[in-house]
């Protein structure tokens, strides 16, 4: 990979690190980009929101399912797993397995439930 594209995989890394950070000022002090190694440790692009594992793509056409691929395979068993895919010059967009889908989508109504309640 040439210096350009690692360098535009670094913006895109801070730019949705940024964008966590707004959509979740509680967790902003901890959400940083992950520091990725020359040893091959697996660090999410992306870190510091409890229980997800955070990829980060950008470029001419990314593969979406091939982005999916490596973070399945990078993140814990016990981790949500979303994929942000921003085409250049697009608006980004997520991926992520159907059952990770569904345990939030779970959670989020379950969450409403509890505000009503009171």
Same mark, same amino acid.
């Given at each position: 990979?040439?210096?350009?594209?690692r360098e !535009?995989?670094?913006?895109?890394?801070?730019?949705f690190?940024?964008?966590?950070?707004?959509?979740l000022?509680?967790?902003?002090? !901890?959400?940083?980009r992950?520091l990725q190694?020359?040893?091959?440790?697996?660090?999410?692009?992306?870190?510091?929101?409890?229980? @997800? =594992?955070?990829?980060?793509k950008?470029g001419?056409k990314?593969?979406?399912?091939?982005?999916?691929?490596?973070a399945?395979?990078?993140?814990?068993?016990d981790?949500?797993?979303?994929?942000?895919?921003?085409? $250049?010059?697009?608006?980004? @967009?997520?991926v992520?397995?159907?059952?990770d889908?569904?345990?939030m989508?779970?959670? =989020?109504? $379950?969450?409403?439930? =509890?505000v009503?309640?009171?």
């Open positions: 990979m040439g210096k350009m594209q !535009k995989g670094k913006r895109g890394e801070r730019e690190a940024d964008e966590l950070k707004a959509a000022p509680q967790f902003a002090d !901890k959400i940083k992950g190694s020359r040893d091959f440790a697996k660090v999410a692009d992306v870190e510091g929101v409890p229980g @997800f =594992w955070f990829e980060n950008c001419a990314p593969n979406p399912r091939a982005a999916l691929k490596q399945q395979a990078a993140a814990k068993a981790q949500i797993v979303a994929v942000r895919i921003r085409d $250049d010059r697009q608006d980004p @967009f997520f992520l397995p159907a059952e889908f569904y345990t989508l779970e959670a =989020w109504f $379950d969450l409403q439930e =509890w009503r309640r009171g």
